[in-house]
């Protein structure tokens, strides 16, 4: 990552950023900064996007910060940048990440005048909902107007700025030319250098939750409802880490460097020979399965006696060549006392009550190591 932000996309910068958060920094989408515990630029970038994971719900966006960052852009910026969950966000690392974004959407081809105006205006307006397309164009839920959000019809989304404003401000940007001097990102920030390892969260998360994609379920606990990660390099990650590199040709080991995060993005869905596993085998590994099984057949053993008793004096019974031998029968039955009728009900029932309970633990156990999906 760039750490000299040139004088042109520090201008525009600004202005985007006198749209999308006037208040500054700090700012939450909606203005919701005060209901923080502390400023959003004294949190490291790791604790942001944990925090993030409950703003959507709680402001209807997680976009925060001086450029209005969603969860999902600073997870992809952390991956591709390989950046510590360490780092201050604050107005230095927000205004770096800000200039990533800016040549993400062709800033530098617009400045070298390979992009017209309209066509960077519109990425702009892909990145920033509260800019206007500068053209009609197919937006993201229907045809926009010049001058409309291109997300407009979301519900959530429209333009507050005018396209006319946003032409004269990118021609302003465009005269600054490339000699201009650089704005500098202190150099001991270190956000462009990978280590050779990472095992910071965010890091692991993102490895967490492409390699879960992939079918390596045996991950670490996911959320049901979010779909998050606990971003911990646990066993079960190690594992899962171990099993990728040794499938897609990797050096061995369990590590998370360069290597892995490259072939994480292009590797195929794997292919699990489990998938054909005769249900005996399944038995025999999973245990709420095998659980499932045993409760299946204590239903039937218990099912069967049942059965025949009941067909016997219900149908049978009423004839009269059987209507002796029924009544035999329950002569018998009559002589055994109550209380071995009902302990036996009670062993049964017991027995079905541990059987079911050790399944449930053990599926538990295991959806939370990141073994079930």
Same mark, same amino acid.
């Given at each position: ?7 042109? #996309? #520090? ?34 970038? !790791? ?28 997870? /992809? ?9 360490? @780092? ?7 205004? %770096? ?11 530098? %081809? ?6 017209? $105006?309209?066509?960077?205006?519109? $990425? ?15 937006? %993201? ?12 019809? &979301?519900?959530?989304?429209?333009? @507050? ?17 490339? +000699? ?11 956000? /462009?250098?990978?280590? *050779?390892?990472?095992? &910071? ?12 994609? @992939? !079918? ?11 779909? *998050? ?10 594992? +899962?880490?171990?099993?990728? $590199? ?8 369990? #590590? ?34 095998? *659980? ?5 057949? !204590? ?6 006696? #049942? ?41 049964? %029932? ?24």
């Amino acid at each position: 990552m760039d750490k000299a932000v040139p004088t042109g #996309a #520090a201008l525009l910068l600004d202005f985007i950023m006198s749209i999308e958060a006037p208040r500054g920094f700090d700012t939450i989408y909606g203005n919701n900064q005060g209901k923080l515990p502390k400023p959003l630029t004294s949190m490291t970038l !790791g604790d942001v996007i944990n925090a993030q994971k409950s703003w959507t719900r709680r402001f209807k966006s997680s976009a925060c910060g001086g450029f209005q960052f969603m969860r999902d852009t600073l997870i /992809d910026l952390s991956k591709e940048l390989h950046l510590s969950g360490s @780092l201050l966000f604050d107005a230095e690392l927000q205004t %770096a990440l800000g200039y990533h974004l800016l040549k993400r959407r062709g800033y530098t %081809a617009f400045m070298a005048g390979k992009m017209s $105006r309209t066509e960077f205006g519109k $990425r702009l307006a892909q990145e920033w909902a509260s800019f206007p397309v500068l053209v009609a164009t197919q937006g %993201a839920k229907r045809k926009v107007r010049r001058g409309e959000s291109y997300y407009q019809g &979301d519900a959530l989304n429209s333009s @507050l700025v005018s396209a006319a404003r946003v032409e004269a401000k990118l021609d302003e940007v465009k005269a600054t030319g490339k +000699a201009a001097a650089p704005v500098q990102v202190p150099e001991d920030r270190s956000i /462009d250098e990978p280590a *050779s390892a990472r095992t &910071d969260s965010v890091t692991v998360e993102v490895v967490q939750r492409k390699l879960y994609d @992939l !079918g390596y379920t045996e991950v670490g606990s996911r959320d049901p409802k979010t779909g *998050s990660f606990d971003g911990k390099l646990g066993k079960m990650t190690r594992t +899962a880490i171990l099993a990728f $590199r040794n499938e897609n040709g990797l050096p061995a080991g369990d #590590a998370i460097d360069d290597a892995l995060l490259a072939a994480i993005d292009t590797a195929m869905p794997r292919a699990l020979a489990r998938n054909n596993t005769p249900a005996e085998e399944v038995r025999q590994t999973v245990p709420e399965v095998r *659980s499932n099984w045993m409760m299946k057949i !204590g239903a039937i053993i218990a099912a069967i006696p #049942a059965a025949i008793g009941g067909f016997f004096d219900g149908v049978i019974g009423n004839l009269g060549v059987a209507r002796a031998t029924i009544d035999q029968v329950k002569g018998y039955a009559a002589d055994v006392p109550g209380w071995v009728w009902l302990g036996a009900i009670v062993l049964i %029932a017991g027995g079905v009550y541990l059987v079911a309970r050790n399944g449930e633990q053990k599926g538990v156990q295991a959806y939370q190591e990141g073994a079930r999906r």
